[in-house]
């Protein structure tokens, strides 16, 4: 299986600019999302496609990358921004998650 | 508006069965694949089980660690997903989410727990 590896938790004050990193065991090409998921609540789309942004989320998140290497940006961050974050791939069977990073504000 | 409601969950004893339900409306359901996704508390997200529409044949795939004792099952009719999990261990305890999706998981519902223990 893929395996995608994500930094565990990020610190960083409102109005700082903050990527979130996602490196995969192997190739996923473009097929890498980035979901955010507040608690007690279900994940939200936030990107899909490595770099495409869903339809209604602010433009201040971003997303880059291709192959193994994948960057979620939030510039600037405001307070609603706590949550969690998770990367998916779809492109190799099974479909698999990062374990998700947990940004918290200052 | 997308819904996406999941009904079925509760208390079961270690080795029981589930069936668990996905009502969904304000889309076209038979363009789309749909999915099961779990999440134990406090844990990250792992994909469980989906079944492509009918353009594919309705093909189904499951996640590796639950084959066997799961099935993914829809009705286009109804709009409707299902999810039946036998043999059920404690490590099964997590919020199930139905998704829909065709390449990327778009729309969530809720969720609804499921909770193995004697």
């Known amino acids: 299986d893929t395996v995608l590896t994500q930094s565990p938790a990020l610190a960083v004050s409102p109005g700082e600019r903050v990527t979130i990193s996602c490196r995969a065991s192997?190739?996923?090409?473009?097929?890498m999302h980035w979901y955010q998921q507040k608690p007690g609540q279900q994940p939200k789309l936030l990107i899909y496609?490595?770099?495409n942004l869903e339809s209604g989320v602010p433009a201040r998140f971003s997303g880059s990358g291709s192959g193994t290497d994948f960057t979620l940006t939030i510039d600037p961050v405001e307070a609603d921004d706590t949550a969690t974050y998770f990367c998916q791939q779809s492109w190799n069977d099974p479909y698999t998650f990062g374990a998700g990073t947990k940004l918290e504000l200052k | 508006e997308v819904q996406i409601l999941e009904t079925g969950g509760g208390l079961v004893k270690p080795g029981g069965s589930l069936r668990l339900s996905c009502a969904t409306s304000g889309f076209n359901f038979n363009d789309y694949f749909m999915n099961w996704v779990r999440q134990a508390p406090g844990k990250g997200l792992e994909w469980v089980a989906q079944i492509r529409n009918k353009n594919y044949n309705y093909a189904t795939y499951y996640a590796e660690s639950l084959e066997g004792r799961v099935t993914i099952s829809r009705d286009d009719s109804k709009s409707s997903v299902y999810l039946q999990v036998s043999s059920l261990r404690a490590e099964d305890t997590a919020i199930y989410y139905c998704t829909r999706s065709n390449w990327v998981f778009d729309y969530w519902g809720q969720g609804v727990m499921v909770t193995v223990s004697s």
């Open positions: 496609g490595a770099s």
């Open positions: 192997e190739s996923v090409s473009t097929g």
